[in-house]
């Protein structure tokens, strides 16, 4: 499958909305997002615009699509900038400057193809290439019982950091924090 990683584009909010929706539908959104699709779906227009216009921007916050030939979006994933002494998205404040990767999918006719690995290269070496903040390490989230995605992270080099935190609405499960520092 050819496929082409980049940026999104601020006028592209109707396609990030779409495959948000998607990801959120997806049999396993219950292990890989804390969004539903009933919250995502009632999200007012501009929300989704004002997502695109940041991630455009790319000071705080970039999403990647992997499209293929003919312009479909087949998968995507966000890197947020987070600061100390910031309000972090999940697990609280960093120590360091860091990038969170959140929002990782890849539509199941797409899964096996490399296009995750395209997407986390992407990720990853945006978040390394920032000249100011200097980030130190990269993170992410995964659910304890998603062990597809968990294989997936270590492979691509992330490991345990020996943090879990509650799972938000469901206290007796628990979210696995995974990092790849500065290498």
Known sequence: MTYTVRPVRSEEWPLAREIRLAALQDP???LAFLDTYEAAVARPE???RDRCAAAEEGRTVRQFIGQDAA???LGTVTVLVELPGDEAAFGGPPSVPQAHIVGVYVRPEARGSGLAEELFRA???WSWAL???RVERVRLYTHEKNLRAQAFYAKVGFVPSGVTVP??????AREIELVAPRG
Do not use: L, M
């Not at 799972?167 to 007796?172: A, C, I, L, M, W």
């Open 123 to 125: 990720a990853v070496a």
């Open 28 to 30: 396993d959104a219950h």
């Open 46 to 48: 501009q929300v989704w």
């Open 71 to 73: 312009g479909r979006w």
């Open 167 to 172: 799972v938000p609405g469901d206290e007796s």
């Open 131 to 133: 000249p100011e903040p």
